[in-house]
T-cell receptor, first 117, second 112 residues
Framework: GAVVSQHPSWVICKSGTSVKIECRSLDFQATTMFWYRQFPKQSLMLMATSNEGSKATYEQGVEKDKFLINHASLTLSTLTVTSAHPEDSSFYIC?????????????FGPGTRLTVL | KQEVTQIPAALSVPEGENLVLNCSFTDSAIYNLQWFRQDPGKGLTSLLLIQSSQREQTSGRLNASLDKSSGRSTLYIAASQPGDSATYLCAVQKAAGNKLTFGGGTRVLVKP
């Protein structure tokens, strides 16, 4: 099946700094990628939908100026957490839609654990 | 707004017993439903995907059924093994290419 990677797999940063997380589709071109956040013992909540070459669509309650999303190519989307605070500590997972896959299936990355001190 | 609920939230069974995990959704107008497995601190592994026109899907010891009209899906895992211990998530998609709406998950522990 299609493979999606994320980098880094984990990151620790100081409060007030910015962190960039990359999501790559390794063997297919993804016109659409999704960014999810998962707090401990909770389910995944969609943060935003990233479309190649256009602005991301954010879910209600997600600050677009704090969570910057860039989808500059068909294989790469980035999420930048700006001025991170401890409450931003979470597990961030991306998924990519493969238009060539059956039923436009989405494939998930392994996730990035962000810890803000 | 679509809401997805999974019951029970946690389940503990002895090895060899069959597992039954339930998923319900409020809006029956779905494109597909997917079951995932998540190990602690890891990403998602897709287990089964059921199209809205399908009633069930099977893969090895796993069988998932879908009753779209009643807004329900059930994941059956036969002859459970300790390696089946994980969190199982169901998710529905309203239309092709749309976002997935996830349930809260069921944490499964299979005791040897």
């Amino acid at each position: 099946g299609a493979v999606v990677s994320q980098h880094p797999s984990w990151v620790i940063c100081k409060s007030g700094t910015s962190v960039k997380i990359e999501c790559r589709s390794l063997d297919f071109q993804a016109t659409t990628m999704f960014w999810y956040r998962q707090f401990p013992k909770q389910s995944l909540m969609l943060m935003a939908t990233s479309n190649e070459g256009s602005k991301a669509t954010y879910e209600q309650g997600v600050e677009k100026d704090k969570f910057l999303i860039n989808h500059a190519s068909l294989t790469l989307s980035t999420l930048t957490v700006t001025s991170a605070h401890p409450e931003d500590s979470s597990f961030y997972i991306c998924s990519a839609r493969d238009p060539a896959a059956s039923y436009n299936e989405q494939f998930f990355g392994p996730g990035t654990r962000l810890t803000v001190l | 707004k679509q809401e997805v609920t999974q019951i029970p939230a946690a389940l503990s069974v002895p090895e060899g017993e069959n597992l039954v995990l339930n998923c319900s959704f409020t809006d029956s107008a779905i494109y597909n439903l997917q079951w995932f497995r998540q190990d602690p601190g890891k990403g998602l592994t897709s287990l089964l995907l059921i199209q809205s026109s399908q009633r069930e899907q099977t893969s090895g010891r796993l069988n998932a059924s879908l009753d779209k009209s009643s807004g329900r899906s059930t994941l059956y895992i036969a002859a459970s093994q300790p390696g089946d211990s994980a969190t199982y998530l169901c998710a529905v998609q309203k239309a092709a290419g749309n976002k997935l709406t996830f349930g809260g998950g069921t944490r499964v522990l299979v005791k040897p």
